[in-house]
């Protein structure tokens, strides 16, 4: 099934990616033991059981064709762990994460969430998502105080967001799925200089995140979203096929502008074919944690810097639609096509007597 306990009915209340994210405290069901093979097991008997671990309620989304759960998902349940252990005055503004092993979708993920730091200004998390006592993912959080950076002449500066684009459109929103998603197209497709061409979509939560869920609510959407189509942005700026050996984290029901390029289209050129691409680490700096709605739209860019050893590099920025960049992001991963098949050896011609 995917989760300790049944699920509960889906909260109406709440936009499909509160419920998709939804968290379930094991101290509210009892404590974990680990027994020697490495597995867990929930007691249900106990109520004072240990601080700080929580469970998925619902089974998270397995994209079709990937290694296991969309990676988007426990980023985002491990950000909404450690938003509960921290007092509501602090925000999320930095999250460095490592995914170790691919999540199984028929097996629930316990989050163990350590409290490594408490200062004035500043708080820092850890957080270990295991199946079967072994971690599958984790992450290191860094919370600023609300207002602790005020005093002096500020600092600031902000990379201003592409003028002149298209979208989003409103009449044409995806029927389903927790996600709405809208291509714009890659940017320099014909450039020689492939660490010039960028990814640049629309993005935004489906449905409206409820008040319950205050500023936290948006954070972990954002961070759901984050890992959707990003390492996949070093196939798309190389033109590689992408065949059924192909593992981008994809977001469902996600609606899409056709490309206004020919990047997707059949060339009749033949293309390295992927073989393997998945995500090793994944980085989010949130700028202004208290300053967006993840269910308005944001706009997206992604270019890769690097590419090489079979690794690629991405960097992600995120403005909201009224020009404020709200995050960004890095992420690297394994990006690996297949050998080129061997040509079969020239025919003898046949010897004429």
Known sequence: MGTIVKPPPLNVEKSIVENALELTPLTDIGPVSHHPNGASCIFLTASDGPKDIFTNTRPLWHPPGARGVYGGAVIAQCLSAAQRTVHHSFSVHSMHCYFVLAGNPAVPI?????????GRSYATRTVQARQ??????????????EGAGAGGKPVRHAVEMPEGLEGPWEEDASKGGAVESWKLGLVNEDSPDLSSRKIRRWVRARGKISSEGGHQAHLSALAYMSDSYFIGTVARIHKLDRGAG???????????????????EETGEERPEISMMVSLDHTIYFHSPRDFRADEWFLTEAESPWAGDGRGVVVQKIWTQGGMLVATCFQEGVVRTKPDAPRPPPKEKESKL
């Open 110 to 118: 316990v989050y163990h969430v350590e409290r490594v730091r408490e």
């Open 132 to 145: 079967r006592g072994k971690p599958i993912f984790t992450t290191t959080m860094s919370f600023m105080k």
């Open 246 to 264: 192909w593992e981008e984290r994809k977001l469902p029901s996600a609606t899409e502008k056709p490309p206004q390029s020919s990047t997707e």
